[in-house]
């Protein structure tokens, strides 16, 4: 007699611990529900990730570990208290540590499936050799396609925008009788701001007339204050936190493009096909190169003394300074 397996009812995924990687699963979660369509779907990523599970079309639920939580003792008291989380079939190590691996053994997954780079393979079940000079995108597919023993060919991820929650202080804005051509500026932090102050003066003087939605992730009111310093001329700003899904998609729908200076918000903004110019004003380690998003941000890398860079797919040139960068913003955003 042919031995049937148990059903996998419940998974549980460890997320990589940085902001900025969160889109970068985006992907494999895809891919895990689309796999298992009736297992519950339970992620751990750290103090401040969460927001962004919240913009993928299916059910979970992400729970954050406090930064107070992050030595051996107090994962496992952390795992022992998180009473949510129970009877795991199947646990997906992203974060390829030990302390994440103890994290799986602690809620007593059945499989614990990672790539062995150290200590962590002694708590994993199913470990794989780690794939070199591979983004973590490509890396978190592959650990699935390993574990299937099957490759997933036509895998790519995108979101279709709805309407959203209307944003009661500029929701009046976009009912006038010829509604404004918004842009919107996603800021990361006040510290990276205030160092790219110059550059942003010489953006926002390079327009006339504008209107725009600033959007920041932390420190809005700082960000508010610092922007309520710069001379605009005739541009208006208009600030927004935007931290409910359903307000931010409201405002994708109806801003004619998206500038940032934010991995975080240039991944949400691809994933739901919003046309970006993303600001890169320091030499990143590794940039997402979003393999299997149906969309492609654009990017413009300042250095100083040196003129701008622009990247779009496999074009590559050079822009002398912020006036033709906003030329090209123009062109890309019809204004």
């Given at each position: 007699m042919e031995l049937t397996q148990d059903p996998i009812r419940k998974i549980l995924i460890k997320c990589p611990p940085a902001l900025n990687d969160c889109f970068n699963l985006f992907p494999f979660l895809v891919a895990v529900s689309e796999e298992f369509p009736t297992a519950e779907l339970f992620l751990v990523c750290e103090e401040g990730t969460a927001l962004a599970y919240q913009f993928l079309p299916f059910k979970l639920r992400a729970?954050?570990?406090?930064?107070?939580?992050?030595?051996?003792?107090?994962?496992?008291?952390?795992?022992?208290n998180l009473h949510d989380i129970f009877n795991i079939d199947l646990f997906f190590d992203l974060e390829n540590s030990f302390n994440s691996a103890f994290m799986g053994f602690n809620f007593r997954a059945k499989e614990r499936v990672g790539y062995g780079v150290g200590w962590n393979k002694h708590l994993l079940t199913k470990k794989f050799p780690e794939p070199l000079n591979t983004s973590?995108?490509?890396?978190?597919?592959?650990?699935?396609?390993?574990?299937?023993?099957?490759?997933?060919?036509?895998?790519?991820?995108?979101?279709?925008?709805?309407?959203?929650?209307?944003?009661?202080?500029?929701?009046?804005?976009?009912?006038?009788?010829?509604?404004?051509?918004?842009?919107?500026?996603?800021?990361?932090?006040?510290?990276?701001?205030?160092?790219q102050i110059d550059y942003w003066k010489k953006f926002f003087d390079s327009f006339n007339g504008q209107k725009f939605v600033i959007w920041s992730q932390q420190d809005e009111e700082l960000i508010s204050e610092l922007f309520a310093r710069i001379d605009l001329g005739e541009n208006s700003l208009y600030m927004h936190k935007g931290?409910?899904?359903?307000?931010?998609?409201?405002?994708?729908?109806?801003?004619?493009?998206?500038?940032?200076?934010?991995?975080?918000?240039?991944?949400?903004?691809?994933?739901?096909?919003?046309?970006?110019?993303?600001?890169?004003?320091?030499?990143?380690?590794?940039?997402?190169?979003?393999?299997?998003?149906?969309?492609?941000?654009?990017?413009?890398?300042?250095?100083?003394?040196?003129?701008?860079?622009f990247i779009y797919m496999d074009e590559k040139r050079e822009l002398e300074g912020m006036n033709h960068v906003v030329d090209q913003i123009h062109f890309n955003f019809k204004l």
């Amino acid at each position: 007699m042919e031995l049937t397996q148990d059903p996998i009812r419940k998974i549980l995924i460890k997320c990589p611990p940085a902001l900025n990687d969160c889109f970068n699963l985006f992907p494999f979660l895809v891919a895990v529900s689309e796999e298992f369509p009736t297992a519950e779907l339970f992620l751990v990523c750290e103090e401040g990730t969460a927001l962004a599970y919240q913009f993928l079309p299916f059910k979970l639920r992400a729970f954050e570990r406090p930064k107070a939580k992050l030595n051996l003792i107090e994962t496992h008291h952390y795992c022992a208290n998180l009473h949510d989380i129970f009877n795991i079939d199947l646990f997906f190590d992203l974060e390829n540590s030990f302390n994440s691996a103890f994290m799986g053994f602690n809620f007593r997954a059945k499989e614990r499936v990672g790539y062995g780079v150290g200590w962590n393979k002694h708590l994993l079940t199913k470990k794989f050799p780690e794939p070199l000079n591979t983004s973590l995108e490509r890396k978190c597919v592959k650990l699935l396609e390993l574990y299937l023993n099957k490759p997933l060919m036509d895998l790519k991820v995108s979101r279709v925008r709805t309407e959203g929650q209307k944003v009661a202080p500029v929701e009046q804005l976009f009912q006038e009788p010829e509604p404004p051509k918004f842009v919107m500026v996603m800021l990361d932090n006040i510290v990276n701001v205030t160092r790219q102050i110059d550059y942003w003066k010489k953006f926002f003087d390079s327009f006339n007339g504008q209107k725009f939605v600033i959007w920041s992730q932390q420190d809005e009111e700082l960000i508010s204050e610092l922007f309520a310093r710069i001379d605009l001329g005739e541009n208006s700003l208009y600030m927004h936190k935007g931290s409910n899904p359903k307000e931010l998609t409201y405002l994708f729908n109806k801003v004619m493009g998206v500038v940032t200076n934010n991995l975080w918000a240039e991944g949400l903004c691809n994933y739901y096909g919003v046309i970006q110019a993303s600001f890169l004003f320091e030499a990143q380690a590794a940039l997402p190169d979003y393999f299997y998003f149906f969309f492609k941000p654009q990017r413009f890398v300042f250095q100083e003394n040196a003129p701008v860079q622009f990247i779009y797919m496999d074009e590559k040139r050079e822009l002398e300074g912020m006036n033709h960068v906003v030329d090209q913003i123009h062109f890309n955003f019809k204004l």
